[in-house]
């Protein structure tokens, strides 16, 4: 048994696939080696054998953004929705009617659990280029002081370079277009938020003043998935396979940026048609939510 209550009203599968650009150089806390605080990479060998490392903007973190987004939305009585809601990070409060946990999920340890049916993917940035080092006069979280000086020990973070672009996925399973509203905000509200510390912020990359966005709702899974191999590393080549696989619907009929299949067992939207359908959810979630007299 899932645990979850029975929904008002069908359910259907959400996707929301995008390529990110960051906007400026971006700092995803990794871990701390000694006195540079380091970005995430990942490394990987491309079909002729080659190894290779690349920038990574990973899921997990995106996710804990879009929480955070949520849990901190301005509500109308003066609160933030997690206030409202006495649903944190950590203690979330797991319980199957917050519109949080309903998708993100929830643990109360050795007590509750709540499994999220909202999953993140991508990340792997396309170009290969690698982090750089810079030294900076904030002060940072965790450092390794040689206790034997007294003088400041030198202190340097490594970033992302800026224009990277990151291929990401959201993925929904069986949730009502209530559920996925949360999901619309927090995905777009997340944008601005990309990072940790500062500068922060990714966005939208765009081909011909049209974002690289896709937006499915369906039941059965009829179009290509515009996913992007993490050992691609040709923009061009990302871009194109990005939009060809955007239009590919099996059966589809539509008007190039909204396309049906089969009375609706398949809708898919591309481009700013797919941004406009996710601000009517977020503003249907504010409305409907942040902005509930309770
Ligand atoms: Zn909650």
């Not at 949520?70 to 950590?90: Q, R």
């Not at 559920?179 to 510390?197: H, K, P, T």
């Not at 700013?272 to 942040?290: E, I, P, Y």
């Amino acid at each position: 048994m899932s645990g979850l209550p029975q929904a008002n009203g069908q359910r259907y599968h959400f996707d929301i696939y995008a390529i990110l650009e960051g906007s400026q150089e971006l700092y995803f806390g990794h871990e701390v080696m000694i006195n540079v605080n380091m970005v995430e990479t990942v490394r990987l060998v491309l079909p002729n054998g080659e190894g290779i490392e690349k920038c990574y903007l990973s899921p997990t973190k995106r996710r804990g953004i879009e929480r955070r987004c949520l849990l901190w939305a301005p509500c109308s009585n003066g609160k933030m929705l997690g206030e409202k809601l006495d649903c944190h990070i950590p203690k979330t409060c797991t319980k199957p009617e917050c519109p949080v946990c309903a998708v993100y999920g929830g643990l109360i340890t050795g007590k509750q659990t709540l499994i999220g049916r909202l999953t993140h993917g991508g990340g792997v940035a396309i170009q290969p280029l690698l982090p750089e080092e810079k030294q900076r006069a904030m002060h940072p979280s965790a450092i390794l002081n040689d206790p034997n000086t007294n003088s400041p020990t030198p202190f340097k973070r490594q970033y992302n370079e800026p224009g990277l672009l990151y291929p990401v996925y959201n993925h929904c399973l069986s949730v009502t277009e209530d559920e996925f509203q949360a999901v619309a905000y927090a995905f777009l509200d997340s944008l601005a938020r990309i990072g940790s510390g500062n500068p922060k912020g990714a966005s939208l990359y765009e081909v011909d003043n049209a974002p690289l966005l896709v937006v499915d709702k369906y039941l059965v899974p009829h179009g290509a998935r515009p996913v992007i191999s993490p050992g691609e590393t040709s923009v061009e080549r990302a871009l194109q396979i990005f939009q060809d696989k955007a239009r590919r619907v099996n059966g589809g009929t539509g008007n190039g940026e909204h396309i049906t299949v089969n009375n609706g067992n398949f809708e898919r939207w591309i481009g700013w048609s797919a941004h406009q359908k996710l601000q009517k959810w977020a503003d249907t979630f504010v409305n409907r939510v942040l902005k509930a007299n309770d």
